[in-house]
């Protein structure tokens, strides 16, 4: 990911090793990561399970807040993807019981769909 991309708050896909490695002490015994994606401290991680949102906090990003979406709970989502001039693509889901959806921009590097199938695949299950 470039100092750029950070800066315009674009996610860039990063390997699920390292996530899972970062994430040991709150996945499942069974659970593993499917795709992960960082958004300048932030994560955006699809397990076999649950999405979950972790947003780091603070000057040091010592406070974590780790928000867990179970995929059932997802209502609806949609994605815009990138044009010519809008160099970011972005995802919009909407949860069970709120009107106002979580929005994530990624870079327009990043396959969108790649990312919406990943979703629809644990969503529609």
Known sequence: MGI???LM???SEIEN???ESELKDLLAPSEKVE???KLIRDLIVFTDKRLLL???QGMTGKK???HSIPYKSVVHFAIETAG???LDAELKIWLSGSAVPIQKKFNK???IYKVQSVLAEYVMK
């Open 4 to 6: 750029l991309d950070g």
């Open 9 to 11: 708050g674009n996610a």
């Open 17 to 19: 090793d390292k996530v």
């Open 35 to 37: 795709h992960a994606y």
């Open 54 to 56: 972790i947003d780091k």
């Open 64 to 66: 974590v807040e780790y």
């Open 84 to 86: 010519t001039f809008d």
């Open 109 to 111: 590097s990043l396959n």
